[in-house]
């Protein structure tokens, strides 16, 4: 079997719909499971929607749902025709959206349990909808409502799916409609609690989503369909010259996806690693291209890297010892500060005196230096940026960092990591000069590209 998870593009209309009926038709021999997104704009849509009710302005946020409701009705009509029993679902489910977001308004609060069930609504709207456009194309398609299937703790917006159970649930709710020959088709980004509460596992999660399905089925490859033809050198939008990657590695892929590459969310080669899945990063509007396989081994190019990613909205955090030289357990404390307030710490960099290191939510920085007071001061600074080359070739290549810093020469860099594996070189500069930098960069190391390894 294989897994083919189709992004908010891919399903943004009844075209796009049309064009993924098109596509998994295909590959009806090869037994697909399929996992859809919500249609594009849609879960910022239902963010606003829970937002503005919880501000208690409940008319702003149900004429939101409105516009989304005409939206899946339209697309419905476009794809099935007039007042279907698809619509009839679609109504029920934005009853049930504007009850909640009247709940919202009443309670005048909007907790992130809330917000997961609210933006639930994207990916439930959208598999109903894939799955009935299917059907009326001739497919054996049946609805999974995924909140059977993704066991998740309850740490809502960022749940961690609960893989033992949920591969359990895989066998016992996937496995068999596959072997009836019926194609399975569920929403990403969304879960539940052993208790059955809904949860999302991080926004762009459903490509986790898709490699948590295929892991647990042993699928032959996981199929990742967006909008541009597989992993690019760097971030088309910054850079139009971005070439494609053939091929790249696990390892690769997944310091890309952490350090800003969109494309894929970072977690998705977790599961792929794990039972050795390939990973495919596929244009559903250009179907017949080739795109990005992602594999355990990669391939070697004559290029230094692989790609150039960045990640913006960063702050830099500098905690500087209050006794001048480092005690023994100094880095600990800090770690340790960092770790009760769940805040992930990215690049670290340190001296004598001081630790420097950058986190991308300076929510808890508050709480974290009023905790670190007797130890040490804390600094922060916002609206920095990291920028990670990435590429298993850096091993042992030596006058790579002198060609990198020169090529941004009159760019201020405020931090810099090369890591023991060697496979990025990982440094912050403020977010404005990203475009500027990416742009150098790609043009010092890919205006020349291997042909073997990039399009
Ligand atoms: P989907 O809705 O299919 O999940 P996303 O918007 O999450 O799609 O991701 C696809 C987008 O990622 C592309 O349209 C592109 O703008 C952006 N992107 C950022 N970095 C890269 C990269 N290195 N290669 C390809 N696309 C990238
Ligand atoms: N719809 C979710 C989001 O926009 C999940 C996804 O598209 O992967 O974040
Ligand atoms: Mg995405």
Not at 379 to 400: D, F, M, Q, S, W
Request: net charge negative.
């Amino acid at each position: 079997m294989i897994v083919m998870k189709f992004g908010g593009t891919s399903v943004e209309s009844a075209a796009a719909i049309d064009r993924v009926a098109c596509i998994v038709q295909e590959r009806l021999p090869l037994k697909p499971v399929v996992v859809v997104s919500a249609m594009a704009k849609i879960t910022d849509q239902l963010l606003a929607m829970g937002r503005t009710a919880g501000r208690g302005d409940l008319q702003a946020a149900l004429d939101l749902s409105r516009a989304a409701r005409e939206r899946h009705f339209a697309t419905a009509t476009e794809l099935l025709g007039a007042d279907t029993a698809t619509h009839a679902e679609l109504a029920a489910m934005f009853n049930a959206l504007d009850e909640l977001l009247r709940g919202i308004s009443a309670v005048g609060e909007l907790t992130p349990r809330t917000t997961d069930n609210v933006c639930s609504f994207g990916e439930r709207l959208s598999s109903v909808l894939v799955t009935a456009a299917f059907g009326a194309r001739g497919m054996p398609a049946v609805l999974v409502d995924a909140r059977n299937v993704i066991v998740t703790d309850a740490a809502y917006t960022k749940a961690v799916p609960q893989m033992g159970e949920t591969n359990d649930r895989l066998q016992a709710h996937v496995r068999p409609l596959l072997e009836r020959g019926l194609v399975p088709v569920m929403g990403g980004f969304m879960g539940a609690t052993r208790q059955g509460v809904t949860t999302t596992i991080g926004r762009g999660g459903s490509d986790f989503s898709a490699a948590i399905v295929g892991a647990g089925l042993d699928a032959e490859r996981i199929e990742i369909w967006t909008d541009v033809d597989g992993m690019k050198t760097t971030d088309p939008n910054l850079c139009p010259e971005a070439r494609r990657i053939r091929e790249i590695s696990f390892e690769e892929a997944a310091e890309l996806a952490y350090f800003g590459a969109k494309v894929l969310h970072p977690a998705t080669v977790v599961p792929a690693i794990q039972k050795n899945i390939p990973v495919l990063v596929l244009n559903s509007r250009n179907p017949k291209n080739e795109g990005t396989r992602i594999t355990a081994r990669g391939v070697r190019s004559t290029n230094v890297f692989k790609a150039i990613a960045a990640k913006k909205r960063i702050t830099i955090v500098d905690v500087v010892s209050a006794r001048m030289l480092m005690a023994h357990g100094f880095l600990k404390s800090i770690f340790e500060v960092f770790d009760k307030y769940r805040c992930p710490v990215d690049v670290v960099s340190t001296s004598e005196v001081s630790v420097s290191l950058t986190v991308d939510s300076d929510e808890v920085l508050p709480a974290i230096a009023a905790e670190l007071r007797d130890l040490a001061e804390v600094k922060y600074e916002g609206h920095k940026a990291i920028v990670c080359l990435v590429g298993e070739n850096i091993r042992g290549i030596p006058g790579i960092a002198a060609k990198v810093f020169t090529a941004i020469s009159d760019i201020n860099v405020r931090m810099i990591s090369q890591g023991a594996s060697e496979i990025n070189i990982t440094f912050v500069i403020e977010e404005d000069a990203v475009p500027e930098a990416v742009r150098r960069l790609h043009a010092a190391f890919f205006s020349q590209a291997d042909p073997a390894v990039f399009d």
